[in-house]
């Protein structure tokens, strides 16, 4: 049980364009997903936390109008990554949680590439 | 704030080993703390947790023990096999944090034949 998944897994795009990253969780109630962004050989930064239903809550530094997260679904939440650039390259991960349960099930992340 | 401190890598063992990485945080309360695993090209996988102090958390051979009194989860397995090459989180949530996690900056492990 408790399994996340993301699609696309890896995607390559061109300077300028929007890329969209799923997160799911296939067997329960998602009622907070959160966003991560890893740099090569480097910890987890937390993006932003999103509760089903409300507006994500970002953390300082992460641009808001260019990482737009939406979390319409129980078990569904997306990452779009919009006017893509090279330095948006990065590992992003995201992980669910359930609303009675401490802990984090994370899915297998999604690795982006911006030419 | 919160914060998780770990020792930096690489560790390079030979298969066998004894493995030992440490890690210490820092929180107000009582956290959980969790170690997590990430092979390459992956997401993290959750080893163990533990909840409250003097809890120990195993998995696969793996352990790490809540200690409260030094502010310590150090991970440790008695005989690492190459299987286990990857990297290592030490983590914590805080309890009244909406189960957010603070990491630690990872320890990568090599285990050679």
């Known amino acids: 049980g408790a399994v996340v998944s993301q699609h696309p897994s890896w995607v390559i795009c061109k300077s300028g364009t929007s890329v969209k990253i799923e997160c799911r969780s296939l067997d329960f109630q998602a009622t907070t997903m959160f966003w991560y962004r890893q740099f090569p050989k480097q910890s987890l930064m937390l993006m932003a936390t999103?509760?089903?239903?409300?507006?994500?809550?970002?953390e300082q530094g992460v641009e808001k109008d260019k990482f737009l997260i939406n979390h319409a679904s129980l078990t569904l939440s997306t990452l779009t990554v919009t006017s893509a650039h090279p330095e948006d390259s990065s590992f992003y991960i995201c992980?669910?949680?359930?609303?009675?349960?401490?802990?984090?099930?994370f899915g297998p992340g999604t690795r982006l590439t911006v030419t | 704030g919160n914060s998780v401190t770990q020792m930096e890598g690489p560790v390079t063992l030979s298969e066998e080993a004894f493995l030992t990485i440490n890690c210490t945080y820092t929180a107000t309360g009582y956290p959980s703390l969790f170690w997590y695993v990430q092979y390459p090209g992956e997401g993290l996988q959750l080893l163990l947790k533990?909840?409250?102090?003097?809890d120990k958390g195993s998995n696969k051979g793996f352990e790490a023990t809540y200690r409260k009194e030094t502010t310590s989860f150090h991970l440790e397995k008695g005989s690492v096999q190459v299987s286990d090459s990857a990297v290592y989180f030490c983590a914590l949530s805080g309890r009244n944090a909406g189960n957010m996690l603070t990491f630690g900056g990872g320890t990568r492990l090599m285990v050679k034949p």
């Open positions: 533990a909840t409250k102090a003097d």
């Open positions: 992980s669910a949680s359930e609303r009675v349960v401490l802990e984090q099930y």
């Open positions: 999103s509760n089903e239903g409300s507006k994500a809550t970002y």
